[in-house]
């Protein structure tokens, strides 16, 4: 689908499409696990980091889904490769090139993606916050051919929808002030758009026309339960990643994701002492998936996979995150 290369216009996006037409959504099992969940985030107690955890770590784990397309095999992404099932999604993508589909000149309700360049400015619309000291302790789910890390354009703006559905009651305060710090490290700039009822799925389609209007489907944060979400099954308290499409030029970048929540052990979590500041923790470590960063070994860092009690972005997740927020812009998707 969508692989039209003819004409001279705007590249269209190539194949970021399952076989639905649709983005390939984070933790389908079409694309191996990049995380295999992992212990995470015990409740508050803030200390050095020499005493080892007494309490049951909370597993987590980040999935990131990467929509890989013909000619960008250098593509590095956390844990995925290419499989048998590639092969043959990657042959399906050159076989549909025989029947191109300009996305503006194909009817609306036809076609499987957005009008390109919603709200995409001349220039970022922020910059990340200045870094008081760099680290290295940072990595990214996935890095292009020339070393950048995979991000969402800086140029337009990341909207997300909010399923509070099974949240705590003070569900958006944490999430207003998870936003705004990855907001600042990053230079991103978010705006929620309300309620949704929708719930993540394994095969999240990143255009949704009937219940976002003509437009990539906004990111969606949502609490959730093991039934909805098999991956929060156990300890796994959270889960966060992004959908990225591609271009016939070579460009790619996010354009949506799902951050997911496991509603009984958020719960727990924000019903102590410090509860909702660690319920901010964890969305933010969720958030630095979403944007692009994968877990490190660096227990200092809001990126570390484990049982931690780093509250804020450290050195190594704002470097990361700085990058994260200056990827190159594009009207082309
Ligand atoms: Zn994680």
Redesign the pocket.
Known sequence: MLANTADGGAPPPVAAATSGGSMEPYGSSKWPDP?PP?P?YLPAVPRPPDPPPTREPIK???IAAIVFLLGILGLVCAGAYFSGELQQFLSGSSATQSQPARPGLVPFGQRQDPLPGLEEADAPLGTPAPLNRTSGSYKFLAVKEDGTPLAYSPCRPIHYVVNSDLAPPSWQPLVDEAIRRASVATGLRFIYDGPTSEVPSTNRSGYQPDRYGDRWAPVLIAWSTPEQVPRLTGQTV?L?GSSSIGLSNGYKAYVTGTVSLDAPQFAGIVDTSSGEEVGVAVIM??L??LLGLD?VDDPRQL?F?EASWVREYAAGDRTGLAQLGMGPCSKDF
């Open positions: 995380d992992r995470h987590h784990s980040s959270g966060g470590h969720e630095g998936h877990h990126m996979g």
